[in-house]
C-alpha cells in the first residue's frame, strides 16, 4: 500500500512552497507579530483565497474545487512549514469540515462559497474551561433559539464572522451557526504565546443560535470534526518541525567553535538525528491518517489520534531543539527560532492537549484490540 502523495499532489504542494516562499517570508509573519492590532495578515489571506486553497475540500457545486482532503494536508503541510499568519485551520479545518458534514442544504449554499472565496472568517467555540471537552464541561445553552454563554479561549474568535459553538439544550449537547456580528456577542482578545494565531473569549448574551446538524448529537459532532481537523493540524506540525530541522542543521553547518562546524560535533550530531527521527515518525502518521480521511472509514479516530500525538511531539521537539541549536542566540528576538516555538506551542493546543489525544488514542487501540 502506498501512502505518499500522488504526482498531481506532490505538484500542488511544490506549487503551494513556491507561492508561500514568495508571498508568506519571515517578515510577514513578524510583521503580524510585531503588530499589536494586527490580527492576521489580510493581504496573505486574499492571497490564499485567490489561489482557491480555501475550497479545496468543499465540493464544486459550493464554489470550491472538489479536490479532497489529502489535497487539502498537502498544502496544509506547506502553511505549517511558512508558519502562514492566517485563519486558514480555524475556517477550513473545523468550520467548512463542520458545515460538509452536518450542514443542511440550506447552511452549505449560503456559507460554503462564502468560505471558499475568502469572504467569511469562521471559528470552533467549543471549550469554556482548561481539561478534556466533555459533555459535562459545556454550560452555554440555547434556549428559544437564543445562546447564552462563554468560550474561551477560541482561536480566531476576536477577527472570525461565523462560529461553530456546542451547547446544550433541555440538557443535550448540540452544534449551533452563530453570526459574531450580530447583537449578544462580545468579545475580548486573549494575550497568547503566539500572537500571529490569534484568540479571544466570546460571551454570548441571547445571540441567535441556528442548529447544525442533530439536536443532542454535538458531542458526537464535535469529536467527528476534531478527529478530521487533527490530520491536517498534523500536516501543518509536520511542515513545521522540518522547517526547524532545516533551520538548526543549516546553523550547524556554517556555525564554527574550535575550528570546527559545531554540526561535526557528536552531541549535535544526536540532536539533529533526535529531531529527524521524530519528525518521520510524525510524517507516516500523518499519512496514515491522510489516507484515512481520503478513505472515509472507521480508522480515521484511531489515525487522527496517532497522527495528532505524533505531530504535536515532533514540532515541540523540532522547535525546542532548533533553540538550543543556536545556543545562547537562539532564544533572542532577532532570531527566528521563537517564531517556530510559539508556533509549536499553539498548534499543539488548539484541537485540545496532546494529554487528552494520547488518552483517545488509548481508548481507540482498546476498543480495535477487544473486537
Same mark, same amino acid.
Given at each position: 500500500?502506498?501512502?505518499?502523495?500522488? $504526482?498531481?499532489?506532490?505538484?500542488?504542494?511544490?506549487?503551494?512552497?513556491?507561492?508561500? *516562499?514568495?508571498?508568506?517570508?519571515?517578515?510577514?509573519?513578524?510583521?503580524?507579530?510585531?503588530?499589536?492590532?494586527?490580527?492576521?495578515?489580510? %493581504?496573505?489571506?486574499?492571497?490564499?483565497?485567490?489561489?482557491?486553497?480555501?475550497?479545496?475540500?468543499?465540493?464544486?457545486? =459550493?464554489?470550491?474545487?472538489? @479536490?479532497?482532503?489529502?489535497?487539502?494536508?498537502?498544502?496544509?503541510?506547506?502553511?505549517?512549514?511558512?508558519?502562514?499568519?492566517?485563519?486558514?485551520?480555524?475556517?477550513?479545518?473545523?468550520?467548512?469540515? +463542520?458545515?460538509?458534514?452536518?450542514?443542511?442544504?440550506?447552511?452549505?449554499?449560503?456559507?460554503?462559497?462564502?468560505?471558499?472565496?475568502?469572504?467569511?472568517?469562521?471559528?470552533?467555540?467549543?471549550?469554556?474551561?482548561?481539561?478534556?471537552?466533555?459533555?459535562?464541561?459545556?454550560?452555554?445553552?440555547? %434556549?428559544?433559539?437564543?445562546?447564552?454563554?462563554?468560550?474561551?479561549?477560541?482561536? $480566531?474568535?476576536?477577527?472570525?464572522? @461565523?462560529?461553530?459553538?456546542?451547547?446544550?439544550?433541555?440538557?443535550?449537547?448540540?452544534?449551533?451557526?452563530?453570526?459574531?456580528?450580530?447583537?449578544?456577542?462580545?468579545?475580548?482578545?486573549?494575550?497568547? @504565546?503566539?500572537?500571529? !494565531?490569534?484568540?479571544?473569549?466570546?460571551?454570548?448574551?441571547?445571540?441567535?443560535?441556528?442548529?447544525?446538524?442533530?439536536?443532542?448529537?454535538?458531542?458526537?459532532?464535535? %469529536?467527528?470534526?476534531?478527529? !478530521? +481537523? &487533527?490530520?491536517?493540524?498534523?500536516?501543518?506540525?509536520?511542515?513545521?518541525?522540518? !522547517?526547524?530541522?532545516?533551520?538548526?542543521?543549516?546553523?550547524?553547518?556554517?556555525?564554527?567553535?574550535?575550528?570546527?562546524?559545531?554540526?561535526?560535533?557528536?552531541?549535535?550530531?544526536?540532536? @539533529?538525528?533526535?529531531?529527524?527521527?521524530?519528525?518521520?515518525?510524525?510524517?507516516?502518521?500523518?499519512?496514515?491518517?491522510?489516507?484515512?480521511?481520503?478513505?472515509?472509514?472507521?480508522?480515521?479516530?484511531?489515525?487522527?489520534? &496517532?497522527? #495528532?500525538?505524533?505531530?504535536?511531539?515532533?514540532?515541540?521537539?523540532?522547535?525546542?531543539?532548533?533553540?538550543?541549536? =543556536?545556543?545562547?542566540?537562539?532564544?533572542?528576538?532577532?532570531? *527566528?527560532? =521563537?517564531?517556530?516555538?510559539? #508556533?509549536?506551542?499553539?498548534?499543539?493546543?488548539? +484541537?485540545?492537549?496532546?494529554?487528552?489525544?494520547?488518552?483517545?488514542?488509548?481508548?481507540?487501540?482498546?476498543?480495535?484490540?477487544?473486537?
Amino acid at each position: 500500500m502506498d501512502f505518499d502523495f500522488s $504526482d498531481d499532489q506532490k505538484f500542488l504542494k511544490t506549487e503551494a512552497r513556491k507561492f508561500l *516562499d514568495a508571498r508568506c517570508g519571515v517578515a510577514v509573519v513578524r510583521g503580524v507579530l510585531d503588530d499589536g492590532a494586527k490580527a492576521y495578515d489580510a %493581504e496573505l489571506w486574499k492571497a490564499v483565497a485567490g489561489q482557491g486553497w480555501l475550497g479545496v475540500n468543499i465540493p464544486e457545486a =459550493h464554489g470550491g474545487l472538489g @479536490l479532497g482532503g489529502v489535497e487539502l494536508c498537502a498544502i496544509a503541510e506547506e502553511l505549517g512549514r511558512a508558519l502562514a499568519p492566517i485563519p486558514f485551520a480555524s475556517t477550513v479545518y473545523f468550520v467548512a469540515e +463542520a458545515l460538509m458534514l452536518a450542514g443542511s442544504q440550506a447552511q452549505k449554499a449560503k456559507w460554503l462559497p462564502k468560505i471558499a472565496a475568502g469572504e467569511v472568517i469562521g471559528c470552533f467555540a467549543t471549550v469554556e474551561r482548561p481539561g478534556v471537552l466533555t459533555e459535562a464541561q459545556v454550560q452555554a445553552k440555547v %434556549e428559544g433559539g437564543k445562546l447564552t454563554g462563554v468560550k474561551l479561549p477560541v482561536t $480566531d474568535g476576536d477577527i472570525a464572522d @461565523l462560529a461553530v459553538v456546542l451547547a446544550k439544550q433541555a440538557g443535550r449537547g448540540s452544534l449551533y451557526l452563530v453570526e459574531l456580528a450580530g447583537p449578544g456577542v462580545a468579545r475580548e482578545v486573549l494575550t497568547t @504565546l503566539d500572537p500571529t !494565531r490569534s484568540a479571544a473569549r466570546l460571551v454570548f448574551t441571547g445571540a441567535t443560535a441556528e442548529p447544525l446538524g442533530d439536536p443532542g448529537e454535538g458531542m458526537s459532532l464535535a %469529536e467527528a470534526i476534531l478527529d !478530521r +481537523a &487533527a490530520v491536517m493540524l498534523a500536516f501543518e506540525q509536520v511542515g513545521g518541525a522540518d !522547517r526547524a530541522l532545516e533551520m538548526a542543521k543549516e546553523y550547524a553547518m556554517q556555525r564554527y567553535a574550535f575550528g570546527r562546524p559545531i554540526g561535526s560535533y557528536q552531541a549535535i550530531k544526536h540532536k @539533529l538525528a533526535d529531531i529527524y527521527i521524530k519528525n518521520e515518525l510524525a510524517r507516516s502518521n500523518a499519512y496514515y491518517g491522510a489516507w484515512a480521511l481520503g478513505a472515509g472509514g472507521s480508522q480515521l479516530p484511531l489515525a487522527a489520534a &496517532a497522527a #495528532r500525538v505524533a505531530a504535536c511531539e515532533a514540532f515541540w521537539f523540532a522547535a525546542k531543539e532548533n533553540l538550543q541549536t =543556536h545556543g545562547g542566540m537562539g532564544f533572542t528576538w532577532d532570531v *527566528d527560532c =521563537h517564531l517556530y516555538y510559539r #508556533r509549536a506551542q499553539q498548534l499543539g493546543l488548539v +484541537a485540545g492537549g496532546a494529554k487528552a489525544w494520547k488518552e483517545r488514542l488509548v481508548s481507540q487501540l482498546e476498543r480495535r484490540n477487544a473486537a
